[in-house]
């Protein structure tokens, strides 16, 4: 986040964060071992955990987009007020 947020739910951003920054590893890590894999099966099914872990992190960058700017918005009506 660009700012610190203060609402109560910081910590959950936090942790999506986190969550996020780990899957990304995660998919580094499976593109590694599919670079790697000559076993046509195995390969086959790292790249479907692969996918499965980048549309998670797809997931979770849309929802903290999202949450950033219901902050930023947040932050502006306070603002006014």
């Known amino acids: ?3 610190e947020c203060v609402h109560e739910c910081a910590k959950a951003c ?3 964060e ?3 920054r780990i ?3 995660s998919t580094m890590r499976y593109r590694r071992l ?3 894999c000559d076993f046509p099966e195995v390969r086959i099914f790292l790249e479907h955990v692969l996918a499965a ?3 998670l ?5 849309s929802k903290l987009a999202e949450l950033q ?3 930023e918005i947040s932050e502006q009506i306070s603002t006014i007020f």
């Open 69 to 71: 700017a219901l902050r």
């Open 57 to 61: 992190c797809s997931s979770f960058e």
């Open 23 to 25: 899957e990304r590893e």
């Open 14 to 16: 936090r942790s999506m």
């Open 53 to 55: 872990r980048e549309e």
């Open 1 to 3: 986040m660009a700012t």
């Open 18 to 20: 986190d969550s996020l």
């Open 34 to 36: 599919i670079s790697e």
